[in-house]
C-alpha cells in the first residue's frame, strides 16, 4: 500500500515561506484522502488541510489565505506552499493517508490514519 515521505521543512523568519512536500511510493496518492497534521512542542496534533480523491481541498481556519495545496500527479507528489509563516506554526509536518471512502476534512481524527510520513520540522522564529 501507499508509503509517504516529507521533506522542505527548515528554519525561517516570520513572514516567510515554505514549501512542504509529500511523496508518495508503493501507489498513488490520488487514490487516498491525504491530509497535513502538524505538531507543536506540548500541543495535539492538529488537521492542517486535507485532499480528497477528486482533489477536493479543506483548511483549517489557521491555513486559510496563506497555505495552499497543489499536486504533481507525474512525480505522486502533494505540496504544501506556506505563505506569511508565524512563529505559531512552528511544528512537525506529517502528511497521512487514509482511503478515499473517508470523510476527508482538515479537523480528522488523526488516529483514524494508519499511514504516515517520518514528518518534517518546521521553524519560524
Known amino acids: 500500500h501507499v508509503q509517504l515521505v516529507e521533506s522542505g521543512g527548515s528554519s525561517v523568519q516570520a513572514g516567510g515561506s515554505l514549501t512542504l512536500s509529500c511523496t508518495a511510493s508503493?501507489?498513488?496518492?490520488?487514490?487516498?484522502?491525504i491530509t497535513w497534521f502538524r505538531q507543536a512542542p506540548g500541543k495535539e496534533r492538529e488537521g492542517v488541510v486535507a485532499i480528497d480523491s477528486g482533489s477536493t481541498t479543506n483548511y483549517a481556519d489557521s491555513a486559510k489565505g496563506r497555505f495552499t495545496v497543489s499536486e504533481d500527479s507525474a512525480k505522486n507528489t502533494l505540496y504544501l506552499q506556506m505563505n506569511n509563516l508565524t512563529p505559531e506554526d512552528t511544528g512537525m509536518y506529517y502528511c497521512a493517508a487514509i482511503g478515499a471512502w473517508y470523510d476527508c476534512e482538515s479537523d480528522s481524527d488523526s488516529a483514524d490514519f494508519l499511514v504516515w510520513g517520518p514528518g518534517t520540522q518546521v521553524t519560524v522564529s
Open positions: 508503493g501507489d498513488t496518492y490520488s487514490r487516498y484522502c
